[in-house]
């Protein structure tokens, strides 16, 4: 299978989700030229905001793998991951993306992508959703227990 | 009990969990006044990239409410969010958030979510995991579809 095969795929499962009901999203993870997992939209099915597609494909292909990242795997998405998608790549530490929708596709579809990527680089004060810096002398207690623990995974 | 007093708790939520070889991070969700879900940092516990302290509290919030949005709920995080949390609570449409180490404190513990923040930012072309736009005859169609049913739940 091609790549546009991969991502015809992606654009299957979402035209599908979208005639149940479902966001019109799906997604597929690649793994040594197999498809490893593929999911679709979860989010009002299954009350969960953070179930996009692409999320809810890496989750399921690190349940596979039994692993929390995903290195040497490709993920195609029927279209452009939004920056909570775009994050989950990073951590998941992915080869490659393939998209075919654009965000601004997206948007004409009423789904406003493109707010989140300009409220990312906004500073804290002039966002959408306020966010506020509270200073707690204990801020760095959490990273000091990192830092003595021996033990941990680190990641 | 007030904002300091719901952002110290995330604290030792993120103390507590870095103690024991999980993520130093910790997320409580409030709505009215009272603590709807916390929840700790499960990366690697769990096997999943996205289950970052805010991730998970989100998730068990929605879950516990039955709802796909938390609007009337305020997020105390021990540390200011990545865009792929930060993308979570807007999606989620949560009121407002409190944070208290910075993504520098982060940085300088091993967890650089700068280098997302700027990635977020970049073209396509000059991204550090490449993102490959293909063009497919089908692409819009997942739109098509969402837009022909009336039954959907729109999001």
């Known amino acids: 299978m ?23 999203f799906g997604a597929v993870i690649v793994k040594d030229g197999q498809v490893l997992a593929e999911a679709s939209n979860q989010v009002t099915s299954s009350c969960d905001p953070t179930a996009h597609a692409e999320v809810a494909a890496i989750r399921l ?5 039994g692993d929390h990242q995903l290195t040497g795997c490709t ?7 939004c920056p909570m998608c775009l994050g ?7 080869d490659a993306v393939y998209f075919a929708a654009t965000r601004e596709q997206a948007a004409a ?4 992508d493109s707010l989140i990527y300009r409220e990312v680089a906004q500073p804290l004060s002039q966002r959408q959703i306020p966010f506020h810096h509270l200073e707690l002398t204990e801020s760095n ?8 623990n021996v033990d941990k995974l680190a990641y």
Do not use: M, V
């Open 75 to 81: 993920l195609y998405s029927s279209c452009e991951p």
């Open 2 to 24: 091609t790549q546009s095969d991969f991502l015809a795929r992606s654009i299957e499962l979402a035209a599908a989700s979208a005639a149940s009901g479902g966001g019109p």
């Open 141 to 148: 207690r959490p990273f000091h227990e990192w830092s003595l």
């Open 88 to 94: 989950a790549i990073y951590w998941a530490r992915l």
């Open 109 to 112: 579809a009423g789904f406003d």
């Open 61 to 65: 292909a690190c349940e596979r793998l």
